[in-house]
């Protein structure tokens, strides 16, 4: 997973060189709360947080590639979208996997846990 966010990372980057939007410099203030959050739990508390944050995190970004790769006008941002819509439902299908395994969803797919 680490591998595929690092290069989808770094197209999005090409991409948005290519149409001169400059992308982000660091995290944003809700991964950095996150990071907060997640550094301060540790065994299933921290696994389960994790997990939940994913699962959110996923499903937000597939939506919004799908999105944008609907909506674009520019075959580059949409090519890219498209490529990073693929990427993103396949980790999607992978976490959601991980949450049934973890008892964090119900039989319908959704969570059945939050992040407190």
């Known amino acids: 997973m680490v591998a595929d966010h690092t290069k989808l990372g770094d197209q999005m980057k090409t991409v948005a060189a290519q149409i ?8 944003s203030m809700k991964d950095k709360e996150l990071y907060a959050k997640l550094q301060g739990l540790s065994g299933k508390q921290f696994d389960d947080a994790y997990i ?14 799908k999105s944008e ?4 006008q520019n075959p580059a941002v949409q090519q890219a979208a498209q ?3 693929q990427v993103i439902d396949q980790h999607l299908q992978m976490i959601d996997q991980i949450a049934e395994s973890h008892n964090l969803m119900n039989s319908k797919g959704k969570l059945t846990a939050s992040l407190k």
């Open 20 to 27: 001169g939007v400059k992308p982000p410099a660091g995290r």
């Open 52 to 65: 939940v944050a994913m699962v959110k995190d996923h499903k937000k970004d597939a939506d919004d590639f």
């Open 69 to 72: 790769a609907q909506q674009s």
């Open 83 to 85: 490529q990073g819509s």
